[in-house]
């Protein structure tokens, strides 16, 4: 067997449903029933889904404080007061003031932006920045992705004069700022229709409402934060990220083509992974190691040198990040292991001093997919006395709520049911994850700890092909809320299997039985699996259907994400040289060594394992439940196969067997004499009355064409059976011996018996093998 790394949740849509859907709007039933599973039911919600559209946006004043918002806005433009924009430094952020910056620059406000420092200013408005503002002469201060919980900058802003209108999307806190407005779906009695947007869709929003009609021409910089931001792609953000990934593709902005220029992407036909993987982090990399302004004037910018200088720029700085990342994420990970194991922290809370704050983010989504553990990753500052990081959660573990908790030790802090930052004083950091511990015991259960993979759709082979790729297409874009479809093949068998890449750590499977159903797969990181199953082995995988395109010819592949085999597999080691060095590599908490001569686990092959090996005088005392789920490893031959069948039986049907069956002496392919062997080497001996085998067994055996152990093996049996006395070496013909059958001596028995064992054991088919563990460890049907 081979066990999932995940579980497997199986969406089961209903049939009715589905293929009503199907009939009523003339989609494939494959469409219906993904939509169906992700709750889109109705004829109009399908459409809205299917046909994405501009008319889906929502009237903007619907959303709370919209309209004091713009009424003050457009007051300020047309008294030419000076407005500044207050933005954040990630790419939902930038995303968020560029898009406000083009809203004001088209009604002629007089206007400038600002990104704070996240060294040293930290996240959010602050005091000193708010002061500057005001001395600088601006009486309007309007925040993007940012601002919800200024409680103290917001009171700062009103005692100063400056008018301050906060635009935000994250969770809002128990007390709100006494601003001049906030617009956040997410406040308290706001009644607008969807509260997903990202600080960008607020601000795309505010632009709408500015303007009177939708912002269309900036959807290539509205799409990046929404998608970057891993906002649900549902409702209003499916239509700015499908619609903004297509502008994005043709845009005409000189710095966003320069930015996708760096990333290989220019002229290229876009998706959301695009956005998300190769341009969010190059947005994201700026603010994390230094000031995000300069992303901001990239997707300003208007020249064309200045634009490919900068997004160089940029582009450098994230490879810079990436080393960073790597960095500390090794050291993070060898914290855990050293000092927080996963199994006794069922979160994690690390912290160390010279930790890059503007990265921990990242390494904390690091350690989540490492251990599946909600992770905390804390900058030391000692100077400060503060501990600043951020944090990333799992399913079924509110990051926000879970720390609302700890608001008394938690001056600062916000964010999300899976992701949230913030700053705390470095002596309660101990505090802060006994806390959180505490309360993962009590809303955890043992299952949680284990990923989820969400699968939408079983198919057979057959149902996978180049049409099925183009009807998934349509779903699209694919992101959080809205995820590429998994579909799970059960139970294929194996036509090839290797390891690929530079270092050999990916993994690529066909799988299938015929040249019309035959599938490849591709496992990224998943090399390792490749010594945990056999080529015999029926899989069950799980993944993406993808496109892939090589040399002109098109075919579907899988992206592989987990698979199971769900019967009992047998890895034939017989023979191997290097055996033992792939046995040590086997799970010792799983594994049950076994040997049954005494010799075998002194043997250099083995020596490494032997205060693992089981003998079969404790294989026997041992509960029949202790080998239940288990990797058996033979290391030798059973001296008895009916005594091993026996025992085979009691325990039932193993994990995985390793059969390696090393053995000092084959007797298999040693002669076996006959009956007329033993005639005619008791004729010999009557006739000689005496034979002196120690001197003389070798030119017997020579010229008879036999083995010197024949001569022996022959000699002991009638020794046993009172034929011979044997004195030195020299044989004496017994007088009148009594007449027994051959089979009467034990060294006869063990002999054939062990030549049996071998045949069955050891020089049998892989197959046959195979067939003959199933049969031994089935359940008998009881009479």
Same mark, same amino acid.
């Given at each position: 067997?081979?066990?999932?790394?995940?579980?497997?949740?199986?969406?089961?849509?209903?049939?009715?449903?589905?293929?009503?859907?199907?009939?009523?709007?003339?989609?494939?039933?494959?469409?219906?029933?993904?939509?169906?599973?992700?709750?889109?039911?109705?004829?109009?919600?399908?459409?809205?889904?299917?046909?994405?559209?501009?008319?889906?946006?929502?009237?903007?004043?619907?959303? !709370?404080?919209?309209?004091?918002?713009?009424?003050?806005?457009?007051?300020?433009?047309?008294?030419?007061?000076?407005?500044?924009?207050?933005?954040?430094? !990630?790419?939902?952020?930038?995303?968020?003031?560029?898009?406000?910056?083009?809203?004001?620059?088209?009604?002629?406000?007089?206007?400038?932006?600002?990104?704070?420092?996240?060294?040293?200013?930290?996240?959010?408005?602050?005091?000193?920045?708010?002061?500057?503002?005001?001395?600088?002469?601006?009486?309007?201060?309007?925040?993007? !992705?940012?601002?919800?919980?200024?409680?103290?900058?917001?009171?700062?802003?009103?005692?100063?004069?400056?008018?301050?209108?906060?635009?935000?999307?994250?969770?809002?806190?128990?007390?709100?700022?006494?601003?001049?407005?906030?617009?956040?779906?997410?406040?308290?009695?706001?009644?607008?229709?969807?509260?997903?947007?990202?600080?960008?869709?607020?601000?795309?929003?505010?632009?709408? /409402?500015?303007?009177?009609? /939708?912002?269309?021409?900036?959807?290539?910089?509205?799409?990046?934060?929404?998608?970057?931001?891993?906002?649900?792609?549902?409702?209003?953000?499916?239509?700015?990220?499908?619609?903004?990934?297509? $502008?994005?593709?043709?845009?005409?902005?000189?710095?966003?083509?320069?930015?996708?220029?760096?990333?290989?992407?220019?002229?290229?036909?876009?998706? /959301?992974?695009?956005?998300?993987?190769?341009?969010?982090?190059?947005?994201?990399?700026?603010?994390?190691?230094?000031?995000? #302004?300069?992303?901001?004037?990239?997707?300003?910018?208007?020249?064309?040198?200045?634009? $490919?200088?900068?997004?160089?720029?940029?582009?450098?700085?994230?490879?810079?990040?990436?080393?960073?990342?790597?960095? @500390?994420?090794?050291?993070?990970?060898? #914290?855990?292991?050293?000092?927080?194991?996963? !199994?006794?922290?069922?979160?994690?809370?690390?912290?160390?001093?010279?930790?890059?704050?503007?990265?921990?983010?990242? +390494?904390?989504?690091?350690?989540?997919?490492?251990?599946?553990?909600?992770?905390?990753?804390?900058?030391?500052?000692?100077?400060?006395?503060?501990?600043?990081?951020?944090?990333?959660?799992?399913?079924?573990?509110? #990051?926000?709520?879970?720390?609302?908790?700890?608001?008394? @030790?938690?001056?600062?802090?916000?964010?999300?049911?899976?992701?949230?930052?913030?700053?705390?004083?470095?002596?309660?950091?101990?505090?802060?994850?006994?806390?959180?511990?505490?309360?993962?015991?009590?809303?955890?259960?043992? &299952?949680?700890?284990?990923?989820?993979?969400?699968?939408?759709?079983?198919?057979?082979?057959?149902?996978?092909?180049?049409?099925?790729?183009?009807?998934?297409?349509?779903?699209?874009?694919?992101?959080?809320?809205?995820?590429?479809?998994?579909?799970?093949?059960? =139970?294929?068998?194996?036509?090839?299997?290797?390891? @690929?890449?530079?270092?050999?750590?990916?993994?690529?499977?066909?799988?299938?039985?015929?040249?019309?159903?035959?599938?490849?797969?591709?496992?990224?990181?998943?090399?390792?699996?490749?010594?945990?199953?056999?080529?015999?082995?029926? +899989?069950?995988?799980?993944?993406?259907?993808?496109?892939?395109?090589?040399?002109?010819?098109?075919?579907?592949?899988?992206?592989? =994400?987990?698979?199971?085999?769900?019967?009992?597999?047998?890895?034939?080691?017989?023979?191997?040289?290097?055996?033992?060095?792939?046995?040590?590599?086997?799970?010792?908490?799983?594994?049950?060594?076994?040997?049954?001569?005494?010799?075998?686990?002194?043997?250099?092959?083995? +020596? $490494?394992?032997?205060?693992?090996?089981?003998?079969?005088? &404790?294989?026997?005392?041992?509960?029949?439940?202790?080998?239940?789920?288990?990797?058996?490893?033979?290391?030798?031959?059973?001296?008895?196969?009916?005594?091993?069948?026996?025992?085979?039986?009691?325990?039932?049907?193993?994990?995985?067997?390793?059969?390696?069956?090393?053995?000092?002496?084959?007797?298999?392919?040693?002669?076996?004499?006959?009956?007329?062997?033993?005639?005619?080497?008791?004729?010999?001996?009557?006739?000689?009355?005496?034979?002196?085998?120690?001197?003389?067994?070798?030119?017997?055996?020579?010229?008879?064409?036999?083995?010197?152990?024949?001569?022996?093996?022959?000699?002991?049996?009638?020794?046993?059976?009172?034929?011979?006395?044997?004195?030195?070496?020299?044989?004496?013909?017994?007088?009148?011996?009594?007449?027994?059958?051959?089979?009467?001596?034990?060294?006869?028995?063990?002999?054939?018996?062990?030549?049996? @064992?071998?045949?069955?054991?050891?020089?049998?088919?892989?197959?046959?093998?195979?067939?003959?563990?199933?049969?031994?460890?089935?359940?008998?049907?009881?009479?």
């Amino acid at each position: 067997m081979l066990e999932p790394r995940t579980r497997w949740e199986i969406q089961e849509p209903s049939e009715e449903k589905a293929k009503w859907l199907s009939q009523e709007l003339d989609i494939p039933l494959l469409i219906a029933n993904l939509l169906v599973v992700r709750g889109i039911e109705t004829i109009e919600k399908a459409e809205a889904f299917l046909n994405i559209d501009t008319d889906q946006f929502h009237d903007p004043f619907l959303m !709370d404080g919209m309209t004091e918002s713009v009424e003050r806005i457009h007051r300020a433009v047309e008294s030419n007061e000076k407005i500044l924009i207050f933005g954040d430094y !990630d790419a939902d952020g930038v995303s968020s003031t560029t898009v406000m910056y083009y809203a004001l620059k088209e009604l002629g406000a007089q206007f400038d932006y600002y990104i704070p420092n996240r060294f040293t200013e930290g996240y959010g408005p602050n005091e000193p920045a708010l002061r500057k503002a005001k001395d600088d002469g601006y009486s309007l201060v309007v925040t993007v !992705d940012t601002g919800i919980s200024a409680v103290h900058e917001a009171n700062i802003a009103k005692e100063i004069g400056l008018d301050f209108i906060i635009t935000d999307h994250h969770e809002a806190p128990p007390v709100l700022p006494d601003a001049y407005s906030i617009i956040n779906p997410k406040k308290p009695g706001c009644t607008y229709p969807f509260s997903g947007l990202a600080g960008v869709g607020i601000a795309f929003k505010v632009a709408h /409402a500015l303007h009177g009609k /939708a912002p269309l021409h900036l959807l290539d910089y509205a799409c990046i934060g929404t998608i970057a931001d891993l906002v649900p792609l549902v409702d209003e953000n499916r239509v700015i990220a499908k619609l903004g990934i297509e $502008a994005l593709s043709k845009t005409d902005k000189i710095g966003l083509q320069e930015l996708l220029k760096v990333a290989g992407l220019y002229e290229k036909e876009l998706t /959301a992974e695009d956005v998300g993987f190769a341009i969010g982090p190059r947005v994201n990399a700026a603010g994390r190691l230094g000031s995000a #302004m300069p992303v901001v004037d990239l997707f300003t910018s208007t020249d064309r040198d200045e634009s $490919a200088m900068l997004s160089q720029e940029i582009d450098s700085v994230n490879k810079e990040r990436q080393g960073i990342v790597n960095e @500390i994420t090794k050291e993070a990970i060898a #914290m855990v292991e050293e000092s927080f194991p996963p !199994d006794e922290n069922e979160v994690l809370v690390l912290a160390k001093e010279g930790w890059n704050p503007g990265v921990i983010g990242i +390494v904390a989504s690091r350690l989540v997919e490492k251990f599946y553990r909600p992770t905390i990753v804390l900058c030391l500052d000692p100077e400060k006395e503060t501990a600043k990081g951020s944090a990333r959660s799992i399913k079924g573990f509110d #990051m926000f709520e879970n720390l609302s908790g700890s608001r008394d @030790i938690l001056p600062h802090f916000g964010g999300h049911p899976m992701a949230a930052g913030m700053t705390l004083s470095m002596h309660d950091v101990d505090e802060l994850r006994s806390r959180l511990i505490r309360q993962a015991k009590e809303c955890l259960k043992p &299952e949680d700890y284990l990923p989820v993979t969400t699968i939408d759709l079983t198919a057979r082979l057959n149902e996978i092909s180049l049409e099925t790729v183009e009807l998934l297409s349509t779903l699209s874009p694919f992101g959080v809320g809205n995820p590429s479809p998994r579909v799970m093949v059960e =139970e294929v068998p194996i036509r090839e299997m290797k390891k @690929i890449g530079s270092q050999s750590n990916h993994l690529k499977l066909q799988v299938g039985n015929g040249e019309l159903s035959v599938l490849d797969c591709i496992g990224f990181q998943k090399g390792s699996l490749l010594e945990e199953m056999t080529p015999y082995s029926l +899989v069950s995988i799980v993944g993406q259907i993808q496109l892939n395109e090589w040399n002109g010819y098109r075919k579907p592949q899988l992206l592989l =994400e987990d698979l199971s085999v769900n019967h009992f597999q047998l890895f034939d080691y017989r023979g191997l040289k290097d055996a033992a060095k792939r046995l040590i590599g086997l799970p010792h908490s799983k594994t049950c060594f076994i040997a049954f001569e005494e010799e075998t686990v002194t043997h250099k092959d083995f +020596v $490494a394992l032997s205060d693992q090996v089981i003998g079969e005088d &404790e294989l026997l005392t041992l509960p029949e439940d202790y080998f239940k789920e288990k990797n058996l490893v033979f290391l030798d031959v059973p001296p008895s196969l009916t005594r091993f069948s026996e025992w085979l039986e009691t325990i039932g049907e193993p994990s995985r067997i390793y059969a390696v069956f090393h053995q000092s002496t084959e007797h298999f392919f040693t002669t076996l004499p006959t009956r007329e062997h033993f005639k005619w080497f008791y004729g010999f001996l009557a006739k000689r009355k005496t034979f002196n085998v120690k001197r003389d067994g070798a030119e017997l055996a020579k010229w008879k064409g036999w083995s010197k152990e024949t001569i022996d093996f022959m000699s002991k049996v009638f020794f046993e059976l009172d034929f011979v006395t044997i004195d030195d070496g020299v044989i004496f013909i017994n007088k009148e011996p009594s007449k027994r059958e051959l089979e009467s001596s034990e060294t006869y028995q063990k002999k054939f018996e062990q030549a049996d @064992i071998e045949n069955q054991l050891v020089y049998s088919s892989y197959h046959s093998l195979k067939s003959w563990f199933t049969e031994q460890t089935r359940p008998k049907a009881s009479l």
